[in-house]
C-alpha cells in the first residue's frame, strides 16, 4: 500500500513549475486593449484641470487687480472733473462782460465805440479813426447797473469794490474801508490805488 | 432582565421625535426655499449690491458764441449721522500720536471751514443725539468740501446738491429765467424746459467688503438723460453793453425802465434784447417781482410816432401817394369827421412832402395822407407787419399788443397813424423796422437759434419762412425818407453816426391811464443802419421818464447803441452820401 502510494508522487515540484512558466497566456482582444484606461490620459486630464484652475485664478486675480484699478481711476477722475468744473466756475464770473469792463477801467481803458477806420479796396480812407473819447468809459461802479451777484470780493477785485461801496457809499474807495475788507486784503491792496484814482470822479451820463 | 414592552415605546417615543423635527426642519425647508425665496434673495442681495444715483446735468442755455449764460455747477449738502457722533473720535496724526476730538472740537471744526456760527452747528449735532440724519451746511461748494474733507472726520456724508448758475448775472437774466427750489421759474428756462431737462439714472452694483465694485456685476437699470444745449441768437457781450447803456441813461432822465433791442436784418436774429432794470437771476429775491422777466417781450405800450414809418409805407405800397406827396399841415387840425389833431408844438403853416411829415413828425401831417387809405386796408397792413399777434419767438408772457376792432371811431381812425390809441411791444416796433430794412420782407424773430442733445440731434431749428408786407421799392423808399429824419430832423446832431448812413424815426407817446392821456411818456427811437443796405435795427425805448420827456432822451442811446453794433460787426461805412426825398414844397 504503501508503495503504491509512493509511485503516485509528482513527477516535478510546483517550485520547477514556477521556473519554467507556460509559453500560453490569455491574450486580451484589441477591443480590451483600446478600453483599457492608460496613465498617460489621467495625467493630461488633470494637468489640464489644474492649467483651468490655475488660469482661472489668474485671470480672477487679473480680474480684480483691474477693478481696483478702476476703481482708483475713476476716484481720480471724479477729483479732477470737479476741479475742472470748479474752475471753469470761476473762469466763467471772470469773463462776464461786467467783471471785464470794470477790470478794464480800473486799468484806465475805454471802449473803442464808433473810433475804427476803414480802408476802401480801391484805395484811400473810406472812414477816418477817431480817438476814443472819454465819453465811453464805462463806470468801475457799472456792476451796480448790471448787477452779478457772482462778482464776489473772492472772485475779483471789482467786487472788494463794490462790495466797499455797497457797505459805505460816502467813502467809497477810501483806504479805510478796502482794510475794513480783510479777505480781500491782499488782492484790493493791490488795486486800490486805481480804484482811488478812478471812483471820486464824478459819474456824468 | 429588559422588558420588551417598554423598550418599543421608548423606541416609538424617540422615531416620533426625530420625524417631529425632521418635519419642522422640512417645513422650515419649504419656507425658506419656496414660500419667502424671492423676499430673501431680494434682501441679501440689498446687502451686498449699492445703488447709485447717475446724476444728469440740467441743459446750458449759451449765447451765438457759446458764452454759458446759464449753467449747472455741482454743490455739496455736508450731512451726518448724530447717532455715531456723540462720543468724538480719536484722531491720528501722521507721527503716530493720538488725540481725542470732542464733539464741540467737531463741531467748532466744520463751523471754521463752512464759514458757519460754532453754536449752530454744535445744535445740529446735538438737537436730537439718537437720529441718523443732521444737515450741517447745505450747498457748499468744491473748497469747503476739500476743507472739511481734509479734516478726516469719520461720518461725514456729502450728498451731491446740483444748482443754477448765471455766470453773467444780469446780462440776459431778463431772457434765461431763473430756476426755484422746485425747478424752473421763468423765462427761457420755463419756456423751453423741454429742451433743458434732464433724466436722473440709476445704477446697481455689488460692492467687496473694500468697498470696491466687483467686476461684472453692474446693472443699469435706467439710463440718465442729460439736457440739451439752448443756444441762443444773443451776443452776451452786445447785450451787456446795451443794458449798461440803457441804464447809464435811464438812471440819468429818472425813467421807470428801458429797453433796448438789436435785431438782425437778413434772419431776423435778435442779437440783444436789454431791459433796465433787469433781473440778476443768481439773487431772485433781491430784484422786485415786477422786474423778472423781459419788459421788450411782455410790455405793451402805445408806440407814438415810430408809427409814421409803417403808415408811409402802406400810403405808398397801396399807391395812395408817393415820397413826395403834398400836404399844407397846420399845427392844430379839425378833421371834416370833427376828430381833433395837434402836433407837438404850435408851429405856423407848412408846406410838406410825406417825406417831410416823417421829418418834423407831423400828427396832422401823417393823418391827412393816411387817412386817404381806407382803415380795413391799414388794418390788414398792421397785421402783415406783425402788430396784434405774438412774435414767432413766443417767449414766456409774450404780449400781443392791440388794435381796436373795426370800425374805428373817429379819433381813432387817426390817432393809430401816429401810434395812439394802439399798442404794441417794443418787439413789434423792431419787426417793422427790420421789415423796412428787409425789402418788405418780414422773417420770423428768432431768439433760439437751436436746442443741441448730447447725442447731437438738433431739434427747434426755427422756421426761415417770410411774408411779404411791402414790396422791395415801397421798402426802399421809406427807408430813404427816414433818412430825413437823422440828417435834418430836430435830433438830427445826437443822431449823426459819421461815416454811415443811418434810417430811423422817433417816438413820444403819451401814457393813457384810467382812459384819459397822463403827463407820462414812453418816449423811444427805433433806426436801421445803413440805409442803403440795412444790415440791424436798434430800437431804444424809455418808460415815464422823469427830467427828459420827449424822444432825445432816447435818440442818444440809439446812437450810442447803433455805433457799437457797427464797430462790432465790422460794417463797411456807406460809400454814398446821405440822400433823401424832397421835405416841403
Redesign the interface.
Known amino acids: 500500500m504503501s508503495t503504491i502510494l509512493a509511485s503516485d508522487l509528482p513527477a516535478f515540484s510546483p517550485r520547477e513549475l514556477e521556473d519554467h512558466p507556460r509559453h500560453i497566456e490569455i491574450v486580451s482582444t484589441r477591443s480590451q486593449k483600446r478600453a483599457r484606461p492608460r496613465v498617460v490620459y489621467a495625467l493630461v486630464a488633470v494637468a489640464g484641470m489644474f492649467a483651468i484652475l490655475t488660469a482661472q485664478l489668474l485671470l480672477s486675480i487679473w480680474?480684480?487687480d483691474?477693478?481696483?484699478q478702476?476703481?482708483a481711476l475713476q476716484q481720480s477722475q471724479q477729483q479732477l472733473s470737479?476741479?475742472q468744473?470748479?474752475l471753469k466756475?470761476s473762469l466763467?464770473?471772470l469773463?462776464?462782460?461786467?467783471n471785464l469792463?470794470g477790470r478794464a477801467s480800473e486799468l484806465g481803458m475805454v471802449?473803442?465805440?464808433?473810433?475804427?477806420g476803414?480802408l476802401?479796396l480801391t484805395g484811400g480812407v473810406?472812414?477816418?479813426p477817431?480817438a476814443a473819447g472819454a465819453a465811453t468809459t464805462?463806470p468801475v461802479t457799472?456792476a451796480a447797473?448790471?448787477?452779478?451777484?457772482?462778482?464776489t470780493p473772492a472772485v475779483s477785485s471789482l467786487g472788494a469794490a463794490a462790495a466797499a461801496a455797497a457797505a459805505n457809499p460816502a467813502a467809497a474807495g477810501t483806504p479805510a474801508t478796502t482794510a475794513a475788507d480783510g479777505s480781500a486784503a491782499s488782492t484790493s491792496g493791490t488795486t486800490s490805488p486805481a480804484a482811488q484814482t478812478v471812483l471820486p470822479s464824478p459819474i456824468t451820463? | 432582565m429588559t422588558n420588551p414592552r417598554s423598550s418599543r415605546v421608548r423606541l416609538t417615543f424617540a422615531l416620533l421625535i426625530v420625524f417631529a423635527i425632521v418635519a419642522v426642519f422640512a417645513v422650515r425647508l419649504v419656507d425658506i426655499q419656496i414660500v419667502r425665496a424671492d423676499q430673501l434673495n431680494a434682501d441679501s442681495l440689498s446687502k451686498r449690491s449699492i445703488k447709485s444715483t447717475t446724476y444728469a446735468a440740467r441743459g446750458d442755455i449759451v449765447d451765438s458764441n457759446g458764452v454759458v449764460l446759464a449753467g449747472t455747477v455741482q454743490r455739496y449738502d455736508v450731512t451726518v449721522a448724530p447717532v455715531n457722533m456723540q462720543k468724538g473720535f480719536l484722531r491720528t496724526a501722521k507721527d503716530g500720536t493720538k488725540t481725542t476730538v470732542t464733539l464741540l472740537d467737531i463741531a467748532n471744526e466744520i463751523a471754521t471751514a463752512t464759514k458757519q456760527d460754532q453754536a449752530v452747528v454744535y445744535k445740529k449735532l446735538t438737537e436730537s443725539p439718537q437720529s441718523n440724519y443732521a444737515l450741517l451746511a447745505g450747498a457748499v461748494d468744491l473748497p469747503t468740501r476739500r476743507a472739511i474733507e481734509s479734516l478726516k472726520i469719520p461720518g461725514i456724508i456729502f450728498q451731491l446738491h446740483p444748482v443754477r448758475t448765471y455766470p453773467d448775472g444780469s446780462v440776459a437774466g431778463n431772457l434765461v429765467g431763473y430756476m426755484n427750489t422746485d425747478g424752473p421759474g421763468g423765462g427761457l428756462e420755463l419756456g423751453d424746459n423741454k429742451c433743458l431737462a434732464s433724466t436722473n439714472g440709476s445704477t446697481t452694483y455689488q460692492q467687496g467688503a473694500d468697498g470696491v465694485q466687483i467686476p461684472g456685476s453692474v446693472v443699469t437699470s435706467t439710463a440718465s438723460d442729460p439736457g440739451g444745449t439752448l443756444k441762443l441768437t444773443i451776443d452776451s457781450d452786445l447785450n451787456w453793453f446795451a443794458q449798461q447803456a440803457i441804464a447809464e441813461q435811464g438812471t440819468a432822465i429818472g425813467a421807470q425802465s428801458g429797453t433796448a433791442i438789436v435785431l438782425r436784418v437778413k434772419d431776423f436774429h435778435l442779437m440783444a434784447v436789454a431791459d433796465w432794470p433787469s433781473v440778476d437771476p443768481n439773487n431772485i429775491n433781491g430784484t422786485p417781482i415786477g422786474n423778472v422777466g423781459s419788459l421788450a417781450f411782455t410790455a405793451q405800450y402805445e408806440p407814438g410816432s415810430v408809427f409814421k414809418a409803417m403808415s408811409a409805407a402802406t400810403i405808398i405800397d397801396t399807391g395812395t401817394g408817393s415820397a413826395t406827396m403834398q400836404a399844407t399841415v397846420p399845427w392844430h387840425w379839425v378833421a371834416p369827421d370833427g376828430a381833433i389833431v395837434n402836433d407837438f408844438a404850435p408851429h405856423p403853416i407848412q408846406h410838406l412832402t410825406l417825406t417831410g411829415v416823417l421829418q418834423e413828425s407831423s400828427n396832422v401831417g401823417i393823418s391827412m395822407l393816411g387817412s386817404l387809405v381806407p382803415e380795413q386796408t391799414r388794418l390788414a397792413y398792421m397785421k402783415k407787419f406783425g402788430l396784434d399777434q405774438t412774435t414767432a419767438v413766443k417767449f414766456l408772457g409774450e404780449a400781443t399788443g392791440s388794435i381796436q376792432k373795426l370800425p374805428w371811431d373817429s379819433q381813432t381812425h387817426y390817432n393809430v397813424l401816429y401810434g395812439q390809441g394802439v399798442s404794441a411791444t417794443a418787439l413789434q416796433v423792431a419787426q417793422i423796422f427790420a421789415t423796412l430794412g428787409n425789402g418788405g420782407l418780414r422773417l420770423p424773430t428768432t431768439l433760439v437759434e437751436s436746442c443741441t442733445k448730447p447725442d447731437g440731434t438738433v431739434t427747434e431749428a426755427p422756421s426761415t419762412t417770410g411774408i411779404r408786407v411791402v414790396s422791395e421799392s415801397t421798402a426802399k423808399t421809406v427807408t430813404n425818407m427816414l433818412e430825413s429824419v437823422v440828417q435834418g430832423g430836430e435830433l438830427a446832431r445826437s443822431l449823426v453816426i459819421p461815416g454811415y448812413r443811418v434810417a430811423g424815426k422817433s417816438g413820444t407817446a403819451e401814457v393813457a391811464s384810467h382812459g384819459r392821456y397822463t403827463g407820462d411818456r414812453v418816449v423811444s427811437f427805433a433806426g436801421v443802419a445803413p440805409a442803403e443796405n440795412p444790415q440791424y435795427v436798434v430800437v431804444v425805448t424809455y418808460t415815464k421818464p422823469a427830467t427828459m420827456k420827449s424822444s432825445a432822451a432816447a435818440a442818444p442811446t440809439f446812437t450810442k447803441i447803433m455805433s457799437q453794433v457797427l464797430t462790432k460787426y465790422r460794417v463797411p461805412p456807406s460809400t454814398t452820401p446821405s440822400t433823401y426825398p424832397a421835405t416841403s414844397w
Open positions: 480680474l480684480s483691474g477693478a481696483y478702476i476703481s470737479r476741479d468744473q470748479s466756475e466763467d464770473v469773463r462776464s462782460p461786467q469792463a471802449l473803442n465805440t464808433g473810433s475804427q476803414f476802401s473810406s472812414r477816418a477817431s464805462v457799472a447797473l448790471t448787477p452779478n451777484s457772482l462778482i451820463h
